[in-house]
């Protein structure tokens, strides 16, 4: 399966709302569209948003085992809370972790080898049944996602599709607020940006949102989303 020009270009013109935007998706690419979620500080608004428009749409969750114990609870709070009815754990295989990082301690010295195991090469795998991807990625995350589009040609006729492209922290904020959405419990300690346990750590006030991820290195992305 692959996205044509012809569903692309009927994507982008359903503008930037992202609830419409997401019904887009789902009436356009009907079994096709997967969601992407990390279960982190903003996630809610992404997931109840699917959840109003297909409350069985697929929602994909990298469950690298290092997460902190708080972003699985919140995993199934949501999924719960919501309705959600087919979140998918995307786990690396056992043989993998086996024979290249029985200790767990391939973070520490290969974090670029580190989430290609346990992230990259999972989701290629479990991403194959969908050639459109759902994301929460905003604009105002990190330098490296400012000039990001609502909608993604990711090659050999996949997309990814990001309906809160436009949204600021503090809208996001608002929303969630409004809607009574329940909050990752690290969020409150300083924790905008959430990642593996291992890699991340709170950020100060005045820092990027994204500081706390693999702090002290160059690295700011895991590698599941590469640039167009």
């Not at 959600?84 to 754990?89: A, F, G, H, M, R």
Request: aromatic share 4%; with cysteine; hydrophobic share 40%.
């Amino acid at each position: 399966m692959s996205v044509t020009q012809q569903q692309i270009d009927i994507l982008r013109a359903a503008g930037t709302d992202a609830g419409a935007i997401l019904q887009a998706a789902c009436d356009v690419l009907p079994g096709q569209v997967a969601v992407l979620s990390s279960f982190g500080a903003e996630s809610a608004l992404l997931l109840a948003l699917a959840a109003e428009v297909d409350p069985a749409i697929p929602v994909l969750f990298l469950e690298t085992g290092m997460h902190f114990p708080e972003t699985i609870a919140y995993r199934h709070e949501l999924a719960r809370t919501l309705g959600l009815l087919d979140v998918i754990d995307v786990r690396p295989s056992e043989r993998a972790i086996q024979d290249r990082d029985p200790e767990s301690q391939l973070w520490a010295f290969d974090p670029d080898a580190c989430c290609k195991m346990r992230k990259v090469e999972p989701l290629d795998a479990a991403t194959l049944p969908y050639p459109a991807l759902i994301t929460g990625r905003k604009r105002s995350q990190a330098a490296t996602r400012n000039r990001m589009e609502i909608v993604e040609v990711d090659g050999e006729g996949r997309i990814k599709i990001n309906p809160l492209a436009e949204w600021s922290r503090e809208e996001i904020d608002a929303e969630m607020t409004r809607r009574g959405l329940p909050r990752h419990p690290l969020a409150s300690k300083g924790y905008p940006s959430i990642g593996c346990a291992p890699c991340t750590r709170p950020v100060g006030k005045n820092e990027d949102p994204r500081a706390g991820r693999w702090a002290g290195m160059a690295k700011v992305e895991c590698g599941i989303h590469r640039p167009t």
